[in-house]
């Protein structure tokens, strides 16, 4: 593990109950393609399966799984740590729960999932590759809150996330920062509501956000809001995809990698 990836989101995964339809919409949305790989051993249900991996040009940031029973459809982000039980503590020590016990995915790490105290989910991880940090199909996350609130040491205490002062608040909501200084995630408080207390959700890097959102809603997405570009500066626009899942569309190109 790089020390440089820690606190960083390193992989998404979306569960969903149509994989074909998953991919037909943000290859369509996103421009991504795929590829499947074979694990004898599959972390998400067991045994002999393929996997599909979601590329951007040549990075593979994402993963899209066919949901087992007991889990909900939706996107989960994974952020690496230095030592996944060491996380786990400290999600139940500051008011999180374990969802998911540590569990080894061959060639690629030590995963865990944990549900913060606002019901939130997030993966952990420890990496065991040398792939770095994929930064051209997402921007920093999102952590979409109907009551505004963060729980910010909770978040500082497993991951080492800083959350600006409110009055660095910008266009994106409240600033999180990782271990490194490099914006991490935002805070939003959406006036659509989520159906849940607090969710996280991934901003996915399109090159044009009128083009996507209308491919988005001709291929079956519920637009949430509506984003528009003024001057030049990166907005975004919530939605949830054919399957229900929740994301957000942004333009904002990509940081330099820490």
């Known amino acids: 593990m ?3 990836k820690t606190g960083q989101v390193v992989w998404h995964d979306l569960f969903t109950s149509d994989t074909d339809r998953a991919m037909a919409f943000y290859k369509c949305v996103a421009g991504w393609s795929y590829v499947s790989e074979h694990s004898t051993d599959f972390a998400w249900g067991g045994g002999a399966k393929d996997f599909i991996l979601a590329l951007s040009g040549d990075e593979a940031g994402a993963g899209i799984v066919s949901a087992p029973r007991g ?3 939706g ?3 994974y952020v690496e740590v230095p030592d996944v039980d060491a996380a786990l503590h400290q999600a139940e020590l500051h008011g999180g729960s374990v969802v998911r016990h540590p569990f080894e995915v061959p060639g690629v790490g030590r995963n865990a999932v944990v549900r913060d105290p606002l019901g939130a989910l997030i993966g952990v991880s420890l990496s065991r590759h040398s792939f770095p940090v994929p930064r051209r199909q997402f921007g920093p996350e999102v952590y979409l809150s109907d009551t505004g609130a963060f729980p910010g040491i909770f978040y500082r205490e497993v991951l080492g996330w800083q959350a600006a002062e409110p ?9 999180i920062f990782g271990p490194s200084g490099g914006l991490t995630a935002v805070l939003q408080q959406p006036d659509w509501g989520t159906g849940a207390q607090a969710i996280w959700v991934p901003s996915i890097r399109i090159a044009a956000l009128e083009e996507a959102q209308s491919a988005a809603e001709a291929n079956g997405a519920c637009i949430l809001n ?3 570009v003024k001057n030049g500066a990166a ?4 939605l949830r995809d054919p399957g229900g899942a929740l994301a957000m569309l942004s333009d904002m190109p990509a ?3 820490k």
Do not use: D, F, I, Y
Not at 235 to 238: G, I, M, P, Q
């Open 71 to 73: 889990v909900a459809e």
């Open 235 to 238: 907005h975004s626009v919530a």
């Open 255 to 257: 940081s330099p990698s």
């Open 75 to 77: 996107w989960l982000a």
């Open 167 to 175: 009055r660095t608040r910008g266009q994106g909501g409240l600033a």
């Open 2 to 4: 790089s020390m440089s």
């Open 226 to 228: 509506r984003g528009s």
